[in-house]
């Protein structure tokens, strides 16, 4: 028969489960530090020396790292899908900035037809705040609040993988390393329009709209991918402006 006795599980073994699944859902976030050793024994209810087994094995797995006289941290590893090289490659061609906007369009637009379906009350009402975030900011709304948003999203989605994989991508937005957010501040696109394509995603999201939702994600991403390729072609123009009239002085 292919049973076996129940065996009572070590409190070592529930909490590297616990905090496991805290790392997996995004609850807890590469960097983060893990209260003191007396404070998360008291709150898991476990001792020390069982916290202590628990914190050595999930930092064998590489999933906490010690910081001497700082402490334990989720590591940082977990929100690093892409190698140094691989970063820096991708900010040297243009051809990497389009197809990292053509993925976020495809992923994010998934994301918020299954946040308008799935996501709770609690997961709207973050939307929202931080959409309220950037409506106050007005001109100062810079890409740190700009990729909370759509984190935010991504995390209504309910959908673990795509959590991880997104806040990669959303890490490379922050740092800037496809594009500068302020190319998209041009004539053609301002700060007021891009606050009011966020506005359109969160309405359709709090309206539970999945179709609405995933189009105003797509449209703003489009509109992004746009506002780049106006942005790139002016500067080759410029460029080539700039030759000729070099060219004409030196005659």
Do not use: W
């Not at 049973?3 to 790392?23: D, M, P, T, W, Y």
């Not at 309910?158 to 922050?174: A, E, K, Q």
């Not at 179709?211 to 994600?217: D, E, L, M, Q, T």
């Amino acid at each position: 028969m292919p049973f076996q006795k129940i065996q009572s599980e070590k409190l070592s073994a529930a909490v590297i489960r616990q905090i496991e699944l805290l790392i997996l859902r995004g609850i807890l976030r590469p960097g983060e530090r893990l209260p003191a050793e007396r404070d998360l024994a008291e709150k898991l209810g476990v001792s020390r020396p069982s916290l202590r087994e628990a914190i050595a094995d999930l930092q064998d797995q590489g999933l906490l790292t010690a910081k001497a006289g700082a402490g334990i941290y989720v590591a940082d590893v977990l929100g690093s899908a892409f190698s140094p090289s691989l970063i820096r490659l991708f900010s040297r061609h243009d051809e990497a900035v389009t197809d990292y906007l053509s993925f976020r369009r495809d992923m994010e637009g998934l994301a918020a037809e299954r946040a308008a379906k799935y996501g709770t009350e609690t997961d709207l009402q973050v939307i929202d705040q931080l959409y309220r975030k950037m409506e106050a900011a007005g001109d100062g709304m810079g890409r740190e609040l700009d990729a909370d948003f759509h984190t935010a999203i991504i995390e209504a989605s309910h959908n673990v993988l795509m959590l991880h994989m997104m806040r990669s991508m959303y890490d490379l937005l922050r740092e800037g390393v496809f594009y500068n957010r302020q190319v998209m501040f041009s004539q053609k696109v301002t700060k007021a329009d891009l606050l009011q394509q966020h506005g359109r995603i969160n309405a359709a999201i709090q309206a539970r709209d999945p179709v609405r939702a995933r189009a105003a994600i797509e449209r703003h991403l489009d509109q992004v991918c746009e506002a780049y390729e106006d942005q790139r072609r002016a500067e080759r123009n410029e460029e080539i402006a700039r030759q000729r009239l070099d060219h004409e002085r030196a005659k």
